[in-house]
């Protein structure tokens, strides 16, 4: 809310402002953009408005960016500092090629790398021993504020060097280096054969009983066939609130005194969003589900064609835990020596392109606030929509009457086993989601992923179901 006043107060000023001879009042250019194959911008845009309200001249180059973009970009605008950011940890990966290319071109400038997937440990230790200027850990936008405020005075002091960072009076402002042990071990000539160990879990019951599905194959949900208040009753509020809109308790304010606040100011907005949604249209719920035939066979899960429960079409291999109950997620399903066949379900679901069109044309306007507000309500909103989905193949299982009453306890797994999307712990093969949506058919919702493990619309998830009662979330 302070930056778009800002704005606004700027803009209003600008006309009757003196101009230099250059026509450029900024105290430095900065260049940032999201890295190739990567869709989120949510970040970047919010270094972006923080900056360009503190003076400084922000060329926003988007989402997706080739690093081809970003190097002309540098050189037309002759800026003082790049910054990437990028979500996915695929993003890293282009980070580190982008700077060996920004070598390639001879550009030296101190480089901000900013998101989720990154560490301090990545950027100081991988990335700066890949490029020859300074690289920078972008743990937040005021971060990157704070370091260009460093940077352009030591430029204006002769204090900066390219190579060696901050000089001089300067040199305290620069950044820390993680310091990385590298342990070298003894070369030996013997080879020690690595066992996989496919022995079922003692702690996941063969022996219970099996769900008869409603249909076999998929079915497509539209946005007509969603009640969207439904979805909303799914809402993760701490994660919207806290996580996405950033409205933490203070630690000197009392429980009482933040669940007022919560109440007076926050609610409100929340109440003003969902009927903004519905009234205008503001979200497409799509989503495609069902159910796949499997059996189990060690580690691995072997999927069927739904018309022809003898036909493979896929296979999926979990890897196992290696201590306590050695759980694996094939284990929650009929092993074939039972001869039994079994039940994968599966969902992918979406609030579809509208989300991200109607976030950029928020931010266009300079309606930072609204920005952050419909950003948030359009991720957490795919999130529960997933939970909504989740729900229904419960319900269509027949563990209908194990639900709980309450959101809070459907987020805290109280219910019938568990959703499972490729990349998190207990099934870490990001690839095995290109199966996934194959299987699926998600291009018939213009649901896809790209060579980058993106999927898009930015605002999706995919994800399968177990329903063994042993079946919770666990680290390998």
Same mark, same amino acid.
């Given at each position: 809310?302070?930056?778009?006043?800002?704005?606004?107060?700027?803009?209003?000023?600008?006309?009757?402002?003196?101009?230099?001879?250059?026509?450029?009042?900024?105290?430095?250019?900065?260049?940032?953009?999201?890295?190739?194959?990567?869709?989120?911008?949510?970040?970047?845009?919010?270094?972006?408005?923080?900056?360009?309200?503190?003076?400084?001249?922000?060329?926003?180059?988007?989402?997706?960016?080739?690093?081809?973009?970003?190097?002309?970009?540098?050189?037309?605008?002759?800026?003082?500092?790049?910054?990437?950011?990028?979500?996915?940890?695929?993003?890293?990966?282009?980070?580190?090629?982008?700077?060996?290319?920004?070598?390639?071109?001879?550009?030296?400038?101190?480089?901000?790398?900013?998101?989720?997937?990154?560490?301090?440990?990545?950027?100081?230790?991988?990335?700066?021993?890949?490029?020859?200027?300074?690289?920078?850990?972008?743990?937040? /936008?005021?971060?990157?504020?704070?370091?260009?405020?460093?940077?352009?005075?030591?430029?204006? /002091?002769?204090?900066?060097?390219?190579?060696?960072?901050?000089?001089?009076?300067?040199?305290?402002?620069?950044?820390?280096?993680?310091?990385? $042990?590298?342990?070298?071990?003894?070369?030996?000539?013997?080879?020690?054969?690595?066992?996989?160990?496919?022995?079922?879990?003692?702690?996941?019951?063969?022996?219970?009983?099996?769900?008869?599905?409603?249909?076999?194959?998929?079915?497509?949900?539209?946005?007509?066939?969603?009640?969207?208040?439904?979805?909303?009753?799914?809402?993760?509020?701490?994660?919207?609130?806290?996580?996405?809109?950033?409205?933490?308790?203070?630690?000197?304010?009392?429980?009482?005194?933040?669940?007022?606040?919560?109440?007076?100011?926050?609610?409100?907005?929340?109440?003003?969003?969902?009927?903004?949604?519905?009234?205008?249209?503001?979200?497409?719920?799509?989503?495609?589900?069902?159910?796949?035939?499997?059996?189990?066979?060690?580690?691995?899960?072997?999927?069927?064609?739904?018309?022809?429960?003898?036909?493979?079409?896929?296979?999926?291999?979990?890897?196992?835990?290696?201590?306590?109950?050695?759980?694996?997620?094939?284990?929650?399903?009929?092993?074939?020596?039972?001869?039994?066949?079994?039940?994968?379900?599966?969902? /992918?679901?979406?609030?579809? $392109?509208?989300?991200?069109?109607?976030?950029?044309?928020?931010?266009?306007?300079?309606?930072?606030?609204?920005?952050?507000?419909?950003?948030?309500?359009?991720?957490?909103?795919?999130?529960?929509?997933?939970?909504?989905?989740?729900?229904?193949?419960?319900?269509?299982?027949?563990?209908?009457?194990?639900?709980?009453?309450?959101?809070?306890?459907?987020?805290?797994?109280?219910?019938?086993?568990?959703?499972?999307?490729?990349?998190?712990?207990?099934?870490?093969?990001?690839?095995?989601?290109?199966?996934?949506?194959?299987?699926?058919?998600?291009?018939?919702?213009?649901?896809?992923?790209?060579?980058?493990?993106?999927?898009?619309?930015?605002?999706?998830?995919?994800?399968?179901?177990?329903?063994?009662?042993?079946?919770?979330?666990?680290?390998?």
């Amino acid at each position: 809310q302070s930056a778009q006043t800002m704005k606004a107060a700027v803009a209003y000023l600008e006309p009757y402002m003196e101009k230099s001879e250059t026509g450029d009042n900024s105290k430095g250019t900065f260049i940032i953009a999201t890295v190739k194959g990567d869709v989120h911008d949510i970040g970047k845009n919010l270094v972006d408005i923080i900056l360009s309200n503190n003076g400084y001249r922000v060329i926003n180059l988007g989402i997706k960016q080739p690093v081809e973009n970003i190097i002309n970009a540098y050189q037309e605008h002759n800026a003082d500092c790049i910054a990437m950011s990028g979500l996915l940890v695929k993003s890293t990966a282009f980070m580190k090629e982008n700077l060996e290319a920004f070598n390639e071109a001879g550009i030296t400038v101190p480089v901000i790398l900013g998101g989720a997937a990154l560490t301090p440990k990545f950027v100081y230790d991988d990335c700066q021993n890949t490029y020859k200027g300074q690289v920078i850990y972008g743990k937040d /936008a005021f971060s990157d504020l704070n370091f260009m405020d460093k940077l352009m005075p030591a430029k204006a /002091a002769g204090q900066w060097d390219d190579s060696q960072g901050f000089l001089g009076e300067y040199a305290e402002a620069k950044k820390t280096r993680v310091k990385v $042990e590298t342990v070298i071990s003894e070369s030996s000539e013997e080879t020690e054969e690595i066992v996989i160990d496919t022995q079922r879990s003692e702690a996941v019951d063969v022996n219970i009983d099996r769900p008869i599905p409603p249909f076999w194959g998929t079915k497509i949900l539209q946005p007509q066939h969603i009640d969207l208040e439904e979805v909303f009753w799914y809402l993760d509020l701490q994660a919207l609130i806290v996580g996405q809109w950033q409205f933490r308790k203070p630690r000197e304010q009392s429980r009482e005194e933040y669940d007022a606040f919560l109440a007076e100011k926050v609610y409100p907005v929340l109440s003003e969003w969902k009927a903004k949604i519905l009234a205008e249209n503001l979200l497409h719920p799509t989503v495609i589900y069902g159910y796949f035939p499997c059996q189990a066979e060690d580690n691995s899960l072997f999927i069927y064609d739904p018309e022809n429960h003898q036909k493979q079409v896929a296979r999926f291999d979990f890897p196992r835990q290696k201590s306590g109950r050695r759980l694996c997620i094939a284990d929650f399903f009929a092993p074939k020596e039972t001869g039994q066949i079994d039940v994968f379900p599966m969902q /992918a679901v979406t609030v579809g $392109e509208i989300a991200t069109e109607y976030a950029q044309k928020l931010f266009a306007a300079n309606d930072y606030t609204n920005y952050l507000y419909f950003h948030g309500m359009a991720v957490q909103t795919a999130e529960a929509l997933a939970e909504w989905t989740h729900a229904k193949i419960r319900r269509e299982l027949g563990f209908g009457n194990e639900e709980p009453d309450n959101v809070r306890d459907i987020l805290a797994q109280r219910h019938r086993g568990s959703r499972y999307s490729f990349g998190y712990p207990a099934c870490p093969n990001i690839q095995d989601q290109y199966k996934q949506v194959e299987l699926l058919q998600t291009d018939r919702i213009n649901m896809y992923m790209d060579e980058s493990e993106q999927l898009y619309p930015e605002q999706s998830t995919t994800a399968f179901i177990t329903y063994h009662p042993v079946s919770k979330y666990f680290n390998l």
